[in-house]
């Protein structure tokens, strides 16, 4: 029987440890949410929830922005609301490339009409704040810069604070994708002067995918109400969704996705209950684990020293291994997703997700004893033994 015509395939999916860039694991809580009964998306019950959702995504974005929603769809319905908003046929825009995303938003840019300025730095690198300056020296009339906080092609992570400065002394707007980085690691909208910000509900915020969060400060707010010409989107056209969501307008654009709507609440709650610092501190913990454990069996991490990720983590795959081969056994044998190398790196790393729910004790210990199995023969062993034994090592410092 081919898996096409057998129904247990589709009707009893297997339990996965999802390690890879995301999606990531769900708590029961959240599964939970999404089977419940399903009510009209202007239901008084509904408005309700989509009320305390906003606020709970304004504590996780730290914001105060009144302009923070979610937007039906995946992170990159949240990339391109952000872009087709702010970016006018003709408008400079400045797009900072060191990965898969920084591409997309690129392509988005030049999508819209917009003209691109592209700075690039080599996969695995981070930009200096001071690259961006030039940068915008160079071409004065640049009003939007862009750039991806957590860049989950490479596993590096880029420092925001100057960049932010930068952009507000210019006038400009920034932009952050931090899909893979809000509720995984620290992130702070407001003091870090970001004006737009858009992520993903399956990466750090362990929810199934469906919505884009999306906050917009003021400055872009503004900008939105200064616009010449429509917004080539309907779909993502804020000014209609935000009457959506607005108290007391409540006016239909399209259906929400009541379900995921649901689901993102108790994500949401289930982040704050945890609380920002203490989930940040789970993830750079597991982290360090993994990554001791990784060492010991070959693989040293592949992004810029100082800027790596602790919720993708990024590693060379060590000459002889067939790493295609390995990650499939691992799955069919072990259940355990992780993630090959996209684009130029395509062979070459692994990306190991440690991701909200997926970031845990017995998921580090899982994976670096399948490896072991998968990697050592009975004439190497001490160095799968030598990866438990350094993970554990960082566990009880
Ligand atoms: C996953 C990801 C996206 C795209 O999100 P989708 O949910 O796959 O549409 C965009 N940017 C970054 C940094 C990502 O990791």
């Not at 809580?29 to 239901?43: F, K, M, N, Q, W």
């Not at 959702?53 to 974005?61: E, G, N, P, S, T």
């Not at 690691?185 to 910000?197: G, P, Q, S, T, Y």
Request: hydrophobic share 40%; charged share 25%; with cysteine.
């Amino acid at each position: 029987m081919t898996s096409e015509h057998n129904p247990a395939v589709v009707e009893s999916p297997p339990r996965r440890i999802l390690l890879g860039p995301g999606p990531s694991m769900v708590h029961p809580r959240v599964y939970e949410a999404i089977s419940r009964p399903l009510v009209g998306h202007l239901d008084p019950q509904f408005l309700e929830l989509m009320t305390q959702m906003q606020q709970r995504l304004r504590d996780v974005f730290c914001t105060e922005n009144q302009l923070t929603i979610a937007v039906s769809g995946t992170g990159s319905a949240g990339m391109e609301a952000a872009f087709v908003n702010l970016v006018e046929p003709g408008d400079e825009v400045l797009v900072c490339v060191n990965g898969v995303f920084g591409n997309r938003m690129s392509d988005i840019v030049g999508r819209i009409g917009g003209t691109l300025h592209r700075i690039d730095r080599p996969w695995g690198e981070v930009f200096d704040p001071q690259e961006v300056e030039e940068a915008l020296d160079r071409s004065p009339e640049i009003r939007i810069v862009a750039i991806v906080h957590a860049e989950t092609s490479t596993g590096a992570c880029q420092p925001l604070v100057e960049i932010g400065r930068i952009c507000r002394e210019r006038d400009c707007l920034l932009v952050v994708d931090a899909v893979t980085s809000l509720a995984g690691i620290e992130l702070r909208v407001d003091d870090w002067l970001i004006d737009v910000c858009y992520s993903a509900t399956q990466k750090c915020l362990s929810c199934p995918p469906g919505l884009a969060p999306l906050t917009f400060g003021p400055r872009a707010v503004e900008r939105l109400a200064r616009r010449r010409t429509k917004v080539i989107s309907w779909y993502l056209d804020l000014a209609m969704i935000q009457e959506y969501w607005t108290e007391r307008q409540r006016t239909y654009h399209h259906t929400a996705p009541i379900s995921m709507n649901y689901a993102l609440h108790e994500a949401l709650a289930l982040v704050l209950e945890e609380g920002l610092k203490p989930r940040y501190e789970r993830h750079r913990l597991h982290s360090r684990a993994l990554i001791a454990g990784l060492e010991e069996l070959g693989f040293e991490p592949a992004a810029q020293e100082g800027h790596r990720l602790p919720v993708l983590n990024a590693v060379w795959v060590p000459d002889g291994i067939d790493e295609a081969q390995v990650r499939r056994r691992l799955l069919d044998h072990y259940s355990i997703e992780i993630g090959g190398g996209l684009g130029e790196l395509a062979g070459k790393v692994w990306r190991v997700g440690l991701m909200g729910e997926s970031a845990s004790r017995d998921n580090v210990h899982a994976l670096l004893t399948s490896l072991g199995e998968l990697l050592t023969s009975d004439s190497d062993a001490a160095r799968a033994t030598a990866a438990l034994d350094a993970a554990r090592a960082v566990y009880v410092s």
